[in-house]
């Protein structure tokens, strides 16, 4: 089979009279007829709802390839100027998620609109979203077991309602869209929505066609609404090959956000966090201290990572400085006045308050106590999952019939194991560390493998 070929059977596994090929050329001719630009694109489909963006002709490296005018954009602000949103603005209501909640409004208004001028452009939205984890079966969050996330799943859920509710109080004549139906369109917005800033105005929109780009890092197009064309563009950062799947980045995300936003995961993600709950014991001599210092800040879960030079981990590693301190309190307001004096340097922090950001290592007796809780804690968290990370790994090296939201699952849950086997394994390893001189612990250092993470820990320098 020829290239030629090859590619004609990959643009044709559907039929032409296929309803989702007939409302994509439908898509077609209202963005051409609209002004839109976007000749060297086309739409390939693997198989039924699920489809990719590809390039029709070579794409050159700073070529913009799409053009879509701001007349065929749905914005934040067209969102407000409708019926219900008027209502939601005019009751002020304390939404969770007040850029979606206008734009999930206006979409099915706009979709129960015989007339609507966004037809097309409705109608080629994904009507399958079983693969984002609130529509989950009892038995598909099973897998979800142990971790997390599975909270998280539940929190937004709760969310989605609280503010359906919101809104059928300020517009009554909302309760005609159930709670199924604005549960679908606030996962349809808050999966396609762009920032973008008009005319020097941050606002939010959904740009057709420009939203059914896959994701891929790095990143291989950059996107903005440009104000001298009135409209919004995409340009290549890299040459892209006829025939070539044409991706958006999401950007660097964990799994639980691409999971819950997107409905998809990621193998081996090197952005993967686990979040840590870290709280002050109320048997602590100098609780009354941290808890006064902290404003009275009892606990915090810090979202850590197996890069130790991300913000997050000096945080992580500073907070639990700060919680296992014993001594002299005047040690801890000491912390509190540097940070201060840090914070007022930098103009663009905001915080008023002491965030225990960036506490060195103060002794091998605190830093022990540190490890201690690290070791303890991701112990305590790995048991709590069903299944270890080893049979994680088997289960999708060897289990070829599981489903797509069972597989994304598996990969999720293993993400986090990795993270807490990763430091559990530094903490042990640094409790050994810190209990040898000086000279062996440099001595194994140079020994271990992985001696670039465990010199940015700095446990030795304090020894």
Known sequence: ??????????????????????????????????????????????????????????????????????????????????????????????????????????????????????????????????????????????????????????????????????????????????????????????????????????TDALVPLADMLNHKRPQETSWEYNDAREGFTIEAKKEIERGEQVYDSYGKKCNSRYFLNYGFVVEDNDANEVPIKIALSEDDPLYSVKTDILKNCKSKTIRVTEDLTEKNMIHFFSFLRFVSFKGDAMVLYKFQIQEGSSRRADEDNEESYFQCSNVPPISVENETQVLIQIRDQCSFQLKGYPTTYEEDCKILETHKDLTYNQRNCVIMRSGEKKILIFLHRLAEFGLELLAIPYKKAKELLKKNQENDKYEKLSLIHIS
């Not at 020829?2 to 007939?22: G, R, Y």
């Not at 209501?93 to 409004?105: D, G, M, R, V």
């Not at 009507?127 to 077991?145: A, G, Y």
Request: hydrophobic share 40%.
């Open 1 to 202: 089979m020829s290239e030629l070929q090859a590619e004609f059977k990959a643009d044709n596994l559907l039929p032409k009279d296929h309803p989702e090929i007939v409302s994509f050329n439908k898509l077609v001719k209202w963005l051409a007829d609209g002004g839109a630009k976007f000749n060297k694109l086309k739409m390939r489909y693997y198989s039924e709802g699920y489809r990719g963006v590809h390039a029709r002709g070579k794409i050159k490296k700073g070529e913009v390839f799409l053009f879509i005018p701001k007349n065929l954009l749905i914005t934040l602000e067209m969102a407000k100027e409708a019926p219900v949103g008027i209502k939601m603005l005019q009751a002020k209501l304390n939404l969770l998620s007040p850029k979606h909640c206008y734009l999930s409004s206006y979409v099915l208004q706009e979709k129960h609109r015989k007339d609507t001028r966004w037809r097309p452009y409705l109608d080629v939205l994904p009507t399958d979203l079983s693969s984002f984890p609130v529509f989950f079966t009892f038995d598909e969050k099973k897998w979800l077991q142990g971790s997390s996330f599975l909270a998280r799943v539940e929190d937004k859920t709760e969310d989605m309602q609280k503010d359906y509710e919101a809104i059928v109080s300020a517009a009554p004549e909302f309760a005609q869209y159930s709670l199924e139906e604005f549960k679908r369109a606030r996962t349809l917005v808050s999966s396609r929505i762009f920032g973008v800033k008009i005319n020097g105005n941050k």
